[in-house]
């Protein structure tokens, strides 16, 4: 829960910087805006340069360009003012230990200027969570989709399916009110229909194999394979840093080591991890048993075998058990021939990690898959976890409707469904849900 009044904030990163954006929102925002300058309200949505002063000693803290939006037409709905000081550290403490003496004035909570909106009707939640995105956003195709999404694109999905449901609802409660209206059979299997091909959009929804949910997280890429074959040369190399240890010695690498990628404007977790060996040592046995959990969860395998030793039956023992999404053999520097042999995953590569053999269409493919993993389609794609179990709910109501014995139990079905639905865009309670969804937000958002 928050309070009401007139919270502020520093919307721009602690810090030096060219300019420092100081936002008030709430009832007091005039008054304290009118005290801390020249005592006269600024016209709405129109830049004023004025002195910004302590009003206790008149002394003049900076010289600010100041923005004043009059309830209602403002970010929050409330009268908001900004103030877009000079960024230096001295500037910034001293405005900000002016406001926070004046009375009824209070630092705003992460994500409150946003909840204001919220709950103000500006935003609904998923144009909210997709705001967090946006400013989250460190790909070209996360900043796409939150934009995309704060835009109202998933709203204006779910809204659509919510008011579809509500129109069946209202005949089914027709049909409980009125039972002996005789009311036309083929009501009843309109809509049948109608919720048939409901959730069929619904299961397509869900069907998109977690592409937005991806795109959103990072795609999860693990690197595995034998001891010594390169896998921290190979996550070195693509994060164009030393990450990981190298070394001659076989099962250097124990623990799991991730690291951030950008690969084509998608964001990638890639993971090198722990030669699979036979070991006595326990730590080791420990770091393959973490290798093995990271690349089961992974949404895409890279298999790296040594070309150096190459050994067919080996690898056909790796590609059956590891279940690789590519097969790549390294060390081609060192190799006589590329094996030519059945074993090899008709589309294995050859590089080296070393000599960079290969490594530029390695990486081509990569991205290309990585790509093929997240790509937004047409439709826009569902982006949490969060909205995934509403729809699954809603599904199963919509499941059961379908099987109900009676009216009455009929539109109760249908009453969940639209419930669950309108709890995505907080249509319906969602105090609940509020303290999650602003938790991670900014300060000053
Ligand atoms: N000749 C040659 N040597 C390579 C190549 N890639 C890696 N190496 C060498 O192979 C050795 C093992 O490399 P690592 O990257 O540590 O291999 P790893 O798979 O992470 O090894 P573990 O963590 O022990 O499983 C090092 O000496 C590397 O310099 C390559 O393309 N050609
Ligand atoms: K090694
Ligand atoms: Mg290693």
Known sequence: MTSPGTIFALATPQGRSGVAVVRLSGPSAGA??????DGRLPPGRKVVLRSVRDPETGQVLDSALILWFP?????????????????????????????????????????????????????????????ADLIDAETEAQRRQALRQMGGALSALYEGWR?????????????IDFPDEDLP????????????????????HL????????????????????????????????????????SATAGTTRDVIEVHLDLGG??????????????????????????????????YRIL?????????????????QENPSL????????????????????????????????????????????????????APALTRIRHRMALESARESLMRFLQAPSPDLAAEDLRLAVREIGRITGRVDVEDLLDVIFRDFCLGK
């Open 71 to 131: 309830a209602p037409a403002s970010f929050t709905g409330e009268d908001v003012a900004e103030l877009h000081l000079h960024g230096g550290r001295a500037v910034i403490a001293a405005v900000m230990q002016v406001l926070s003496r004046q009375p009824g004035l209070r630092l705003a909570e992460p994500g409150e200027f946003t909840r204001r909106a919220f709950l103000a009707g500006k935003m609904d939640l998923t144009s909210v969570e997709g705001l």
């Open 266 to 299: 998608y964001p990638v977790l890639l993971a090198d991890t722990a030669g699979l060996r036979e070991t006595a040592d326990a730590l080791e046995e420990e770091g393959i048993r973490r290798a093995r959990r990271w690349a089961r969860e992974a949404d």
């Open 185 to 204: 059979e083929e009501t009843n299997a309109h809509l049948r229909a109608e919720v048939t091909a409901l959730l069929e959009e619904i299961d397509a």
């Open 163 to 175: 008011a579809r449901l509500l129109r069946v609802l209202a005949h089914a409660e027709a049909i």
């Open 32 to 37: 304290v805006l009118q005290k801390i300058t």
């Open 304 to 320: 790296l075998l040594d070309g150096a030793v190459y050994d067919e039956r080996q690898t056909a023992e790796f590609t059956s």
């Open 207 to 246: 069907a998109d194999s977690r592409r937005g949910e991806r795109l959103r997280e990072g795609i999860r890429v693990a690197i595995i394979g034998p001891a010594n074959a390169g896998k921290s040369s190979l996550l070195n190399w693509l994060a164009g840093r030393d990450a990981a240890i190298v």
């Open 327 to 378: 097969v790549v053999v390294n060390k081609s520097d060192l190799m006589m021939s590329w094996p030519t042999s059945a074993t090899v995953v008709g589309e294995a590569l050859s590089v080296s990690v070393k000599s960079g053999q290969g490594m530029a269409g390695f990486l081509a493919r990569l991205e290309q898959e990585v790509a093929r993993l997240a790509a937004p389609g047409e």
